[in-house]
Nanobody
């Protein structure tokens, strides 16, 4: 199993930046990919960004060019650097680990972007 703890959310003005962190523990060597999802009020959960074990990354069209996913393997931590934030980025952001076809989830961190 894997345990995930997110941090770094908060309130920021439009155009600002935040960096989210996700610390993983447990069977981290078995993780196939790490992803960031978000759920905005009244909307379905959306995958924002992902990074595979091999380092390949992918992004939702809505965040391409503004968000960057990265990781520090020594610290078992994945980051989501969010720049040029927009009010529509307001959501609860969740870190997720894909391991053996199963998703493990963190508790989520609130990101609020004011206009």
């Amino acid at each position: 199993q894997v345990q995930l703890v997110e941090s770094g959310g908060g309130l920021v003005q439009a155009g600002g930046s935040l960096r989210l962190s996700c610390a993983a523990s447990g069977s981290v060597s078995s993780i196939d990919a790490m992803n960031w999802f978000r759920r905005a009020p009244g909307k379905q959960r959306e995958q924002v960004a992902g990074i595979t074990r091999g380092g390949s990354t992918n992004y939702a069209d809505s965040v391409k060019g503004r968000f960057t996913i990265s990781r520090d393997d020594a610290k078992n931590t994945v980051f989501l650097q969010m720049n040029t934030l927009k009010p529509e980025d307001t959501a609860v952001y969740y870190c997720s680990a894909l391991m053996r076809y199963r998703y493990y989830w963190g508790q989520g961190t609130q990101v609020t972007v004011s206009s």
